[in-house]
């Protein structure tokens, strides 16, 4: 930080070490995850029901099950899902706690047979 710029150096000094303390570019990773409408529906209905398939996933969001499959490969890769296979089924569910409160705060609610 140059203080050479700064009106008041002391304040931008602790406004600097502020950026010290969280994750900026884990949560900016987040964020473009979540910026897409497709993933976020996704997320949401991950949410509400754990545990849905790529065509359950399919149905309730409107979409090809190859294009949730190419959205839940992204959400998988930055961390936000995880999955478990019973045979040839897989299922996914929400992995992130983040994302998870994230979802809460725009009004997300769990299905009625699931408690977080």
Same mark, same amino acid.
């Given at each position: 930080?140059?203080?050479?710029?700064?009106?008041?150096?002391?304040?931008? !000094?602790?406004?600097? @070490? !502020?950026?010290?303390?969280?994750?900026?570019?884990?949560?900016? !990773?987040?964020?473009?995850? $979540?910026?897409?409408?497709?993933? $976020?529906?996704?997320?949401?209905? *991950?949410?509400?029901?754990?545990?849905?398939? =790529?065509?359950?996933?399919?149905?309730?969001?409107?979409?090809?099950?190859?294009?949730?499959?190419? @959205? $839940? %490969? $992204?959400? %998988?890769?930055?961390? *936000?899902?995880?999955?478990? %296979?019973? +045979? %040839?089924? =897989?299922?996914?569910?929400?992995?992130?706690?983040?994302? &998870?409160?994230? *979802?809460?705060?725009? +009004?997300?609610?769990?299905? &009625?047979?699931?408690?977080?």
């Amino acid at each position: 930080m140059s203080d050479r710029s700064a009106l008041n150096p002391s304040e931008a !000094a602790k406004a600097a @070490a !502020a950026l010290k303390g969280p994750d900026i570019e884990g949560w900016a !990773a987040r964020f473009e995850m $979540l910026s897409e409408p497709n993933r $976020l529906r996704i997320l949401h209905c *991950l949410h509400h029901i754990p545990g849905l398939c =790529v065509s359950d996933l399919a149905a309730a969001v409107g979409m090809s099950p190859t294009a949730v499959s190419q @959205a $839940l %490969r $992204l959400l %998988r890769q930055r961390g *936000l899902v995880s999955y478990t %296979r019973m +045979g %040839r089924i =897989v299922r996914y569910q929400l992995s992130d706690d983040p994302t &998870h409160s994230l *979802l809460h705060q725009m +009004g997300a609610v769990h299905g &009625h047979n699931h408690h977080h």
